[in-house]
């Protein structure tokens, strides 16, 4: 067994909420803000579908070493680490939070949400890290907005990593939604595609590009998600000729 999170705070409605234990950092979730009612089984995270799938290497005429996980990252900031986290009340729909973590580790986040904005409900996040282990920075941010009367969203994700020894690691993320009422009476249906593009995250020179298309059905009689989708994987590398990786998902989620 293994500590998810073990952790203690005190929260005041004045004064803000103070962490002590092993859990999410401050910048942990800025790269993933989203409103597209499909995070259950797609956001910028992609490599969480079937990150363990190794890429075929046409040229060894073997599977390579790098795997979809290896390949595709969306620069989130640490969710599991030792750290004192204090979190700021929100101020119209504002913010702040900080940490200080285990080996000389840190970061700072600034957050906003707001309910009802001229007809959209909006969100945004920016995070900033010392993630150590040589690495001097982490930035990651994204920012979503849906459309209240139309249930059409936007939603986008940035982030860079700073490698030791090596190039930058970059991401960038797009996605496009839909939520409706109007298809099923059993409950609201969503339905996204998005792109993704991961740059020298595993080694320099690597290229990544994912698409992928989603959709999920809400039943709330039951607290269920049901959800099915797809995604396309391709790397490019100079050295390299990998075959690219299709993932398709289907299943279903209950939240009591």
Same mark, same amino acid.
Request: zero cysteines; charged letters at 20%; proline letters at 0%.
């Given at each position: 067994f293994r500590d998810r999170k073990v952790e203690v705070f005190a929260e005041h409605a004045r004064y803000g909420k103070l962490w002590?234990?092993?859990?999410?950092?401050?910048?942990?979730?800025?790269?993933?803000?989203? @409103?597209?009612?499909t995070s259950v089984v797609n956001y910028a995270?992609?490599?969480?579908? !079937?990150? +363990?799938?190794?890429? #075929? /290497?046409? /040229?060894? /005429?073997? #599977?390579?070493?790098?795997?979809? =996980?290896?390949?595709?990252?969306? *620069?989130? +900031?640490?969710?599991?680490?030792?750290r004192v986290r204090y979190d700021t009340p929100r101020f119209g729909g504002l913010m702040l939070s900080g940490d200080v973590?285990?080996?000389?580790?840190?970061?700072? !986040?600034?957050?906003?949400?707001?309910?009802?904005?001229? =007809?959209f409900s909006t969100a945004a996040a920016l995070g900033y890290s010392d993630p150590g282990s040589g690495r001097d920075y982490l930035v990651s941010?994204?920012?979503?907005?849906?459309? *209240?009367?139309?249930?059409?969203?936007?939603?986008?994700?940035?982030?860079?990593?700073?490698?030791?020894?090596?190039?930058?690691?970059?991401? #960038? #993320? !797009? @996605?496009? =939604?839909?939520?409706?009422?109007?298809?099923?009476d059993i409950g609201r249906t969503a339905f996204s595609v998005d792109y993704t593009r991961s740059e020298d995250i595993a080694q320099d020179g690597d290229t990544g590009d994912s698409v992928g298309l989603f959709g999920v059905q809400f039943v709330p009689k039951y607290a269920t998600e049901l959800f099915a989708g797809v995604r396309w994987h391709s790397l490019d590398r100079d050295n390299a000729d990998f075959d690219d990786i299709v993932a398709g998902v289907t299943g279903a989620r209950v939240k009591f």
């Open positions: 002590l234990g092993h859990g999410s950092t401050a910048s942990d979730g800025t790269a993933e803000v989203d @409103k597209s009612a995270s992609i490599s969480d579908l !079937a990150g +363990g799938l190794l890429f #075929y /290497d046409q /040229d060894a /005429d073997d #599977y390579s070493g790098t795997s979809i =996980g290896n390949a595709f990252s969306d *620069l989130d +900031g640490n969710g599991r680490l030792d973590a285990s080996n000389q580790r840190g970061s700072a !986040a600034v957050t906003w949400e707001e309910g009802d904005l001229a =007809g941010g994204s920012a979503s907005a849906l459309h *209240l009367g139309s249930g059409l969203s936007v939603t986008v994700s940035a982030g860079t990593r700073d490698n030791e020894g090596r190039d930058s690691s970059q991401n #960038y #993320y !797009a @996605k496009l =939604g839909w939520q409706t009422m109007g298809i099923t």
